[in-house]
């Protein structure tokens, strides 16, 4: 899997204008606790670099990022995403842009309803997730929301997750 992502990395990041390091911080889910009652991790700290292919005010651009996180249940998870989104300019220093990413993570299997105390393995989970940023010089603010999720066994609480970021 590491390698699979240091190849994409390097690969699309030949095509990337703006190159971004990421710090993941804090998560508020839309409930405290799992449906075990055990409480969710609210400060998924982590790091990731990200790209994108920027170069004009509002017209569609890509962005691809790498992250890796602990999770809402404290597990390493890996992140690879790709948002196509369209940034807006506010002022001379400021900008916000609108995008949906969308995502393939590598991560423990817990959420999948199980026995607690039941042997995790670790799976892909793709999904998106509408996002925002707001840009100030170097510095970015990003929000992106994933809704909640029930399909047959799968079980995922809704959350939203704020990360920064620093153009370099």
């Given amino acids: 899997m590491r390698y699979l992502l240091l190849m994409v990395l390097y690969l699309q990041s030949l095509y ?5 390091l ?32 920027f170069e004009l005010f509002e017209e569609l651009y890509y962005s691809t990022n790498v992250t890796i996180l ?10 690879l995403s790709s948002a196509p989104s369209i940034r807006y300019q506010m002022a001379k220093h400021h900008a916000y842009s609108f995008g949906l990413a969308f995502f393939l993570m590598w991560k423990e299997e817990n959420y999948i309803r199980q026995t607690p105390g039941s042997d995790i393995d670790y799976g892909f989970i793709p999904g998106m997730a509408p996002i925002v940023s ?14 909640t999720v029930h399909i047959g066994n799968i079980e995922n609480t809704g959350f939203a997750i704020l990360y920064f970021g620093w153009t370099f």
Avoid: C, M
């Fill in 70 to 79: 602990k999770d809402s249940f404290n597990a390493e998870q890996y992140t």
């Fill in 134 to 147: 707001y840009y100030y010089k170097d510095l970015t603010f990003n929000i992106a929301y994933v809704p």
């Fill in 16 to 20: 990337g204008v703006e190159h971004r």
């Fill in 22 to 53: 990421l710090l993941s911080g804090f998560t508020r889910h839309e409930t405290r606790y799992n449906t075990y009652g055990e409480k969710f991790n609210e400060e998924n700290w982590g790091l990731g670099y990200e790209y994108s292919t």
